[in-house]
């Protein structure tokens, strides 16, 4: 199943140690991509977040994925997490 997760950098969060992890968050990413998790990143224009799609098994494994990525986990990114499911929506267009 795919989920899309979108963080966002908190007002509150520290520039100066938000910044000293940027190589290791980007690791993770690259981890979870190598892994097949990650299909894709996006930052958003303002550069304040970013849209990631992952893939996994169940909403549990999604939600322990990105309380690894180590600005999540100092606390300075909030998550949404939201499941996907395929658009229906062209079936109605073509039934007889």
């Not at 894709?40 to 893939?55: K, N």
């Amino acid at each position: 199943m795919q989920y899309l997760v979108i963080v966002r950098v908190k007002e509150e969060a520290p520039v100066h140690k938000l910044m000293a992890l940027v190589k290791p968050e980007a690791a993770k990413v690259w981890e979870y991509y190598v892994a097949e998790k990650v299909r894709s990143v996006y930052y958003f224009a303002d550069m304040d977040g970013a849209v990631l799609f992952l893939e996994a098994a169940n909403l549990e494994e999604v939600e322990a994925a990105a309380q690894d990525f180590p600005m999540v986990e100092a606390g300075f990114l909030s998550t949404e997490i939201i499941p996907l499911k395929p658009y229906t929506g062209f079936s109605s267009l073509f039934k007889a």
